[in-house]
């Protein structure tokens, strides 16, 4: 079992800046990846960024050059710098991980209960 808290939405104004922090706990023997997903109004969830236990990363076209995903490893937790932010980055953004938990090593794949981003002036 992994448990995800997430913290750091709110609300911005265009141009502005947030970073969102998601710290993994529980029973965790590895993590695979962790990512970052999102959903705005009237759409479906969609991948922003993601990060692999090697540091290789991928961004969706639209926040490339903007946000930047970054981990601890030491510390289980995923970071997302946003910068430059526009209104349609507003959604909710939910943290993701892979990985494998308990003594079998199971692999898993767990989410947050997501946080409010609002881009708006």
């Known amino acids: ?40 109004p009237g759409n479906e969830r969609e991948l922003v960024a993601s990060i692999r236990s090697g540091g290789s990363t991928g961004y969706a076209d639209s926040v490339q050059g903007r946000f930047a995903i970054s981990r601890d490893n030491a510390k289980n937790t995923v970071y997302l710098q946003m910068t430059s932010l526009k209104p349609e980055d507003t959604g909710v953004y939910y943290c993701n991980v892979v990985g494998r938990v308990g003594s079998s090593g199971i692999l898993t794949e767990s989410w947050g209960q997501g946080t409010q981003v609002t881009v708006s002036s």
């Open 1 to 40: 079992q992994v448990q995800l808290m997430e913290s750091g939405g709110g609300l911005v104004q265009p141009g502005g800046s947030l970073r969102l922090s998601c710290e993994a706990s529980g029973s965790i023997f590895s993590i695979n990846v962790m990512a970052w997903y999102r959903q705005g």
